[in-house]
Every structure is written in structure tokens, then in C-alpha cells.
């Protein structure tokens, strides 16, 4: 599908996400309601006598696309984020005695350096925001920029440009960890489609030319001391019609095209590749899974079969030891933001970013023996072991990033069958040298 029909599909998949954002809007605005109406009555009941220890609040900032067009996908994980918030703050963490508990506050960076940059003026110049967690798009230089003579600790995910010999500096960037490492786990998610697909011809990786940089030249290293067929193609933004690019891969031998996040392209590819009928070529894309129902709506039911996408839902991990706390509260989370907003919530991905993040924190926090001093909460990250809902690993990457700060993953791998996400493969972490 071409023209006008094409440019209307990608307009409708835009506004169904737009309304999710909208439906999470009003339903944070409830819940607040009844947030204060609760506290209301239990002050009443009480006479306004404190009933328990309060908890002292430290805030932490989540920088990322809430509106323009990567808007969903930020607002996507907001309802599970704010569950899991919740259900960690009824314990909260202690350190040296005294309780604390998190509170979230989101900041829209438009997808942009300019719009990360002014994000994280606001956030440290106003609202005297100390702790970045969760940060995943564009903006990672600029906010960095800002962040580090700030001393502003950010855990944010690495790749593109922030990898170890790249615009990445451990000297310049001494408040930087990588709690999330998106460039190991493209490298391990292509692994585990190899070891799932032994007899693969060859993978065709696609990806924005806005992703070009030396993190694409430090993947090309990496897959090819790793023996692993493959066959990139590049695609200028905004780009609708793939059938080129898919031609292409068809003629370089590929029978699996994987994509390096972009989830619109992802999506018209698996729709367009089965049109031009060829259906032996299996798709998919990094990133956690959305609804598999958007992406039978965009690609259609038969289309969807079989796309692949990294998968967070720790309770299904094979190989990957997770504490069944941890388990149990992402499930929890997950039935929680289900009843606010009054539909089933699938997206299990934002599990092991924002709150992984969190646990990561307040660990450190506890290991310094103190919640602001970012030199010793630093400290106590870098070469630290942290258990998170993404698994326990202990920082590494000393010589490969220059300091020990990238943490691990469980790199699972799931897959659309029927309009259900299920499990598909897992490729163990190995820490860095």
C-alpha cells in the first residue's frame, strides 16, 4: 500500500496512540482526585494525627518524548511506571534510618536536543530535580551537557553516540550510567535470532539515517567478530514506502529483517514484505512489544505472525534469575495499571527502564549512606552489584567504556502469535571488560 491510503494508516496509528495518551492523561487527573480525597478521610478518622513514619520525598525526573510524533511512545509506559512507583513506595528504602520514597515527574523533551536540553534546565534550575532515570531518546548529549557541571546523576540507556570510545567520556560525563545497555542488547537480540534460526541466510538490519554514527560502526565490529551474516539498509525519515529497501535485502540473500527501534517502519515493513508476498521473510524489530493488536491493525493478522521484539516480563524469563519480589511486584504493577485505566495493559517493557532505574538508586543510595551526595552515590554505583527487575549484575564496562557503569539485561526476545505476546528466546548478559 502506497499514496494517500498509505500516509492515512500511519495518520490513524498516530491518533490511536494519541487518545491512549489522552485516556492516561485523564486517568492520572482521577487517580489524583482520589488520591487527595482519600487522604481527606483518613485525616478525618484520625484527627490529622500521623498514623506512621512519613516518608521524606526525593524526586527524580523522567526526560522523554510526551507529545509530537514519538509522544506515545513515551506516554506508552507512563501507566505501569507510576503502578510500580506506587507499590515500591508502600515499603520505600531506608537510608541510615530514615525512610524516603520516590516520587516521578515527567518532562517532555520533543524528541529533540533542543527540547531535552530545555527539559533539563527546568527540571534542575527550577524544580531542583537531582536524579535523571529512564532516558532513552535523542537527547542524550544535550542533557548530558547539562547534567554532568550539574552533578546531576543520569541513568539512561547507551548506544548511538553513547558507547565506550564514542562521544561518551567517563572524565567529562562523571554522572553518567548506562542502567540500560541498548547497544550490548541489539548485539545480544540478533544472537538470540541466530541460535533461534540456526539455518538463517543472512539478517537484514534497517535503521533510520538518523541513527548513523560511530555506534553503528562499534555494531558492524561486534556482529562481524561474532561470524553473523547481514546486510544493512539506511532510510531517510518519514520514509512510508520500504519496498526498496526491502527489495534489497531480498537481493542480498536476507530471510529475517530486524530494525533498530523504529516501530512505524517496523510495522510497514512486515505489511509491505508479505504484500510483495514475500512471507518467508520473518520481522521484527528491537524495542519492547506494544499491543500486538497495533500491529495487526497496521501489518494485518497473517502479516504479524512471528514479529519479533525484545520482551520484559520477568515471570517468563528461561535463563535469567530475577528475585520473585521483584516478579511479583512488576506483575502487580501490571493488574494495577490495568484497573485505572479500565482495559487490559500489555506493555511490560517500561519494567526494567524507569523502575530498574529506581531500584538501582535506591540501592546505591543505601550502599553510600546518603541520598544527596551524587560523588558517593557514584561511587557506590560504579563497579556496584544491583538487583533490579531486569536481573542482579554488577556494573562493568571499565575498559570497553572507560568506568564501570553499564549494567546488564536478561537480552529475552519474545514474539506476536495470535494477539498475544509470547516468550521466544533469551540471550544471557555477559559482563564487559
Request: charged share 20%.
Amino acid at each position: 500500500m502506497h499514496g494517500p491510503q498509505q500516509g492515512n494508516m500511519v495518520e490513524a496509528i498516530h491518533e490511536q496512540l494519541g487518545k491512549q495518551g489522552r485516556r492516561i492523561a485523564q486517568m492520572k487527573k482521577w487517580c489524583a482526585i482520589g488520591t487527595i480525597l482519600l487522604a481527606a478521610v483518613i485525616g478525618l478518622s484520625t484527627g490529622g494525627s500521623a498514623a506512621a513514619e512519613q516518608p521524606t520525598i526525593i524526586k527524580v525526573g523522567v526526560i522523554m518524548p510526551l507529545s509530537g510524533p514519538a509522544g506515545p511512545w513515551g506516554q506508552i509506559g507512563i501507566p505501569v511506571g507510576e503502578a510500580w512507583e506506587d507499590l515500591f513506595n508502600k515499603e520505600g528504602f531506608r537510608v541510615n534510618g530514615k525512610l524516603y520514597n520516590f516520587q516521578t515527574v515527567y518532562y517532555d523533551s520533543l524528541n529533540t536536543p533542543e527540547g531535552g536540553a530545555s527539559a533539563a534546565r527546568r527540571m534542575i534550575f527550577e524544580d531542583k530535580v537531582k536524579f535523571i532515570v529512564g532516558h532513552w531518546d535523542t537527547s542524550f548529549l544535550a542533557v548530558a551537557a547539562i547534567t554532568n557541571p550539574n552533578k546531576v546523576i543520569l541513568i539512561a540507556r547507551n548506544g548511538n553516540e553513547a558507547v565506550g570510545g564514542g562521544a561518551y567520556n567517563p572524565k567529562k560525563m562523571p554522572y553518567v550510567v548506562f542502567g540500560t545497555p541498548s547497544h550490548e542488547r541489539f548485539i545480544s537480540d540478533v544472537k538470540a535470532i541466530v541460535a533461534a534460526f540456526p539455518d538463517y541466510k543472512r539478517i537484514g538490519i534497517s535503521d533510520s539515517t538518523l541513527g548513523k554514527g560511530i555506534g553503528w560502526d562499534y555494531v558492524d565490529r561486534d556482529l562481524e567478530a561474532a561470524g553473523i551474516r547481514y546486510h544493512h539498509e539506511w532510510y531517510p525519515p518519514g520514509t512510508t514506502d520500504y519496498t526498496a529497501y526491502i527489495t534489497r535485502f531480498k537481493e542480498a540473500g536476507c530471510d529475517i529483517i530486524y530494525g533498530a527501534g523504529d516501530v512505524l517502519a517496523a510495522m510497514m515493513i512486515t505489511k509491505q514484505r508479505w504484500d510483495m508476498g514475500l512471507k518467508y521473510i520473518k520481522t521484527g524489530t528491537s524495542g519492547g512489544l506494544l499491543d500486538p493488536k497495533m500491529y495487526i491493525d497496521v501489518s494485518g493478522y497473517d502479516a504479524s505472525q512471528g514479529f519479533i521484539a525484545e520482551h520484559a516480563a520477568p515471570w517468563n524469563y528461561k535463563q535469567t534469575a530475577v528475585n520473585p519480589k521483584f516478579i511479583k511486584m512488576c506483575q502487580d504493577a501490571m493488574k494495577l495499571a490495568s484497573e485505572r485505566l479500565g482495559k487490559p495493559y500489555n506493555y511490560t517493557a517500561w519494567t526494567d527502564w524507569g523502575p530498574s532505574h529506581l531500584q538501582i538508586l535506591s540501592q546505591a543510595m543505601e550502599k553510600a549512606g546518603s541520598v544527596d551526595d551524587p560523588d558517593k552515590i557514584m561511587n557506590a554505583i560504579r563497579g556496584g552489584t544491583f538487583d533490579t527487575n531486569a536481573g542482579k549484575y554488577t556494573m562493568s564496562g571499565e575498559k570497553t567504556y572507560g568506568s564501570p557503569i553499564v549494567f546488564g539485561s536478561a537480552g529475552a526476545l519474545s514474539i506476536i502469535q495470535g494477539d498475544k505476546e509470547v516468550y521466544f528466546s533469551e540471550s544471557p548478559w555477559k559482563p564487559l571488560p
